[in-house]
């Protein structure tokens, strides 16, 4: 009777481990945001831009992410310190979407910057950035 216990037991552990979720990509997706931001700071459009959802740049194209990024720089300063304030990962019918609200510190003041992929469930698991929205007092 006991060894059924200790059966049972281990079978709804093991059942339960087998159900957590895999954080492997959720931790891909904040490195792949912070790596973002960070190639945004060095100019380097290319590397982050490499990244981006072809919905990124259904808003604007290159060449209007390059001015408003020369423009939130020339306002706000140089990039100084990045800090991850809150993260959500939403399961949707398309895929999973993952926002990450940063409170950047600059030369010249603050900002908070939401930035928001998404892994399309037809995309086979390519977690691609799909949105990025800075706010601060400086540029209004």
Known sequence: ?????????ILALFLNAC???DTSQDESAEKMATEYLMAIKQGDFNRAFSICSDEFFQAQDRASWEKYFASVKSRLGELK???????????RLTGRFYMFQ???????????EMI??????????VVKLFGHKIESSKLN
């Open 116 to 125: 928001t992929l998404i892994m399309k469930d037809e995309a086979g698991g």
């Open 81 to 91: 310190t990045i800090k991850l304030k809150r993260k959500l990962i939403d399961e």
């Open 102 to 112: 940063f409170s950047n510190k600059y030369e010249n003041g603050y900002a908070n």
């Open 19 to 21: 159900s957590l979720p």
């Open 1 to 9: 009777m006991k060894a059924g216990w200790i059966f049972y037991a």
